[in-house]
């Protein structure tokens, strides 16, 4: 299967892991006002996209890309350990873990990995979601800037459709959103790119109170 076939597959809404039930944020920000139609949805994502992706998850996959391609395991324990101790609430812990449990159930049932491969994934206790899916690009061969834009396009897909089913908004409002949003994803990615060890970061702070609320808001269409 070519590169990009693999890409597209990837960034499949229709991949079953699980993302169509987060919405990592955005649900409770709709509950308190914050987000409530087309331009303050799309503000929101943008700085999401910029704020919290291209210098934290998308900076940890290219890191994670490379790594799975060197076969450096140290490398790879040591992000797994800092995303998942750099959640910043309950939820979007589990979100990581049970996306990346599901994403490496889906890989063992493909031959998109190795034996061995999975096998160091399973010894990292619990792999999350960046990394499980730095494995699957990485076997795509791809070049790591289209890895990456794929990576992005997907979350970026998946905000969208939680912001239509929770604001609501339109489909053509959506379409929208996701156009502002595939125009800003290349920079993002050149910044993740660049983005070293040193200047990752995951400080998102009224992401998190907003997340945390999200716990025991009282009515729920999403787990995030």
Same mark, same amino acid.
């Given at each position: ?33 914050? !987000? ?136 053509? !409002? ?51």
């Amino acid at each position: 299967m070519s590169a990009l076939l693999q890409l597209l597959w990837l960034a499949s809404p229709a991949l079953p892991i699980g993302g169509f039930s987060y919405s990592e944020g955005i649900e409770s920000a709709v509950a308190h006002g914050w !987000v409530h139609d087309e331009a303050s949805t799309a503000h929101w994502l943008s700085q999401q996209l910029r704020l919290s992706q291209a210098r934290g998850d998308l900076s940890l996959a290219a890191q994670a890309l490379r790594a799975w391609r060197e076969d450096d395991l140290a490398t790879l324990r040591r992000l797994n350990d800092w995303l998942l101790q750099t959640r910043e609430s309950a939820e979007l812990r589990l979100q990581s873990e049970q996306m990346g449990r599901s994403l490496l159930d889906w890989l063992r049932n493909h031959d998109t990995a190795t034996p061995a491969q999975i096998a160091q994934c399973q010894a990292l206790g619990q792999p999350c979601y960046p990394l499980v899916m730095a494995l699957a690009l990485a076997a795509s061969e791809a070049a790591p800037e289209d890895a990456l834009l794929a990576y992005a396009f997907a979350w970026s897909e998946a905000m969208v459709g939680a912001a239509i089913k929770s604001v609501p908004l339109g489909q053509s !409002v959506g379409q929208r959103i996701l156009a502002r949003l595939a125009a800003e994803i290349p920079a993002a990615v050149a910044e993740a790119i660049t983005t070293d060890g040193s200047r990752r970061q995951a400080f998102s702070p009224m992401l998190a109170i907003l997340s945390a609320r999200h716990e025991t808001q009282y009515s729920r269409l999403f787990r995030s």
